[in-house]
């Protein structure tokens, strides 16, 4: 279907909404506060954030399975509602346990639909640019934490930590919600003005429902290589600042400016990696990425030296951001756009394992070695490498997808 439509207009809207949700990954800065607030000890604080991301696929099928409805502009609405609330209530919440309540249920409830929501319509918008196109609006996302962070710091210094909770819930409703009213909804089998899709494409591509996607191998296969694009990631977000400080002499000032151009490098990597995989294709961009990861991984565990650090967390950087930025095309390529919202929700499982078992890893690993990280890299190359040999089990698969399907469902 060929309509005219300002879809550049949305994908700017729908970034500048995600830098707003993009926000929960700057918690360490309210958590240690919180601690004095409700006198309570940092692992209390952080089990808001660690709910905030075990319930991430809930909302990410929501969102997703309202967009694959047209209705994108109304789960921003719904999701963006509830993230500014959750950012709200939790500004007046007098005990951990509401915390756990308002920004661990209601904030990431609402940020996971509107995350799914963006992403899933710029998909749609984007046939002929996917990979840029959501490198972009998932680079807001990734890049949240730096433009969030030093607003959230000022507010906190100025008035404390609860005011600022409060202060940037509402900031947050008044900007999402006033840019929602710019989203609109793809149309169903919407082709850009003078593009032709692909030969392949134009019969009708595959469109598989999540619960026989679940079916096929292939579907595992993905979440997997998912899992481990995301792992190396997750483990230096989470200890990025006690990496530094720990294995190589940084104060916790000096640490922190590494961890923001971590979070540069991420964002940068979603566009990088998205505009590239468009261009060479995305099994050649996975293989490239496990292979950086791995060397990254080599250089950190080997290095003595914060020059060594930086190259390390940059390139990490670069390759996390990249599987964010690859992964939501990889979805919509091979198992179509009509259900596409709930297949990415459903998909998000392997994003999910590598949050859950990559701070962990690298958790315990360090407590056994004295704080030590250098096995915990090691393991992490490991993995990198069996992601990359699975990219060629992928590249198989690919070629052995049945072609009547497409007619079957679509």
């Not at 789960?75 to 309540?101: D, V």
């Not at 670069?318 to 095309?329: A, D, H, K, Q, V």
């Not at 407590?367 to 992928?394: C, E, Q, R």
Request: charged share 10%; net charge positive.
């Amino acid at each position: 279907m060929n309509v005219k439509l300002n879809r550049w207009r949305i994908l700017i809207a729908s970034t500048i909404i995600n830098i707003c949700v993009g926000a929960v990954y700057a918690f360490s800065i309210f958590a240690l506060p919180l601690t004095k607030v409700f006198d309570v000890t940092m692992p209390d604080i952080m089990l808001a954030f660690t709910i905030n991301a075990a319930i991430a696929p809930i909302p990410m099928i929501l969102g997703g399975k309202l967009v694959d409805r047209g209705g994108a502009k109304t789960a921003i609405f719904i999701g963006g509602a509830m993230f500014g609330l959750g950012f709200i209530l939790s500004g007046l919440a007098t005990a951990p346990w509401m915390l756990y309540i308002t920004y661990g249920v209601i904030t990431g409830v609402g940020q996971g639909i509107v995350y799914s929501a963006t992403i899933g319509n710029t998909v749609k918008l984007f046939p002929d640019k996917r990979g840029l196109a959501v490198g972009i609006v998932t680079a807001g996302y990734g890049g949240g934490t730096i433009v969030i962070a030093p607003i959230a710091n000022a507010l906190i210094s100025g008035n404390g930590v609860q005011p600022a909770l409060i202060t940037l819930g509402a900031a947050f409703l008044v900007v999402i919600l006033s840019l929602a009213l710019l989203i609109k909804p793809s149309p169903v089998g919407y082709i850009p003005e003078g593009w032709t899709p692909p030969a392949a494409a134009s019969k009708g591509g595959v469109n598989v429902q999540w619960h026989e996607m679940i079916k096929k191998p292939l579907f595992y296969v993905i979440a997997c290589l998912f899992l481990i694009g995301a792992l190396s990631g997750m483990m230096v977000t989470a200890n990025a600042s006690v990496i530094g400080q720990k294995m190589f002499g940084l104060t916790a000032a000096a640490a922190a400016l590494y961890v923001s151009l971590y979070s540069l490098s991420n964002c940068i990597g979603r566009i990088f990696w998205g505009a590239v995989s468009d261009k060479i294709g995305r099994v050649k961009c996975l293989l490239m990425i496990y292979l950086v990861i791995a060397s990254m991984m080599l250089t950190i565990a080997l290095s003595t030296t914060v020059a060594g650090f930086a190259v390390a967390i940059v390139g990490i950087g670069l390759c996390f951001g990249g599987t964010m930025g690859i992964f939501p095309s990889i979805v919509g390529e091979k198992f179509g756009m009509k259900y596409y919202g709930v297949n990415y929700g459903v998909t998000f499982i392997g994003y999910s394992g590598a949050a859950f078992f990559g701070p962990r890893i690298a958790g315990k690993v360090a407590a056994a070695n004295d704080g030590m990280f250098t096995n915990a890299f090691y393991i992490a190359l490991v993995i990198s490498l069996v992601g990359f040999a699975l990219t060629f089990v992928f590249k198989a698969m690919e070629k052995q997808q049945p072609k009547p399907e497409a007619t079957k469902a679509a």
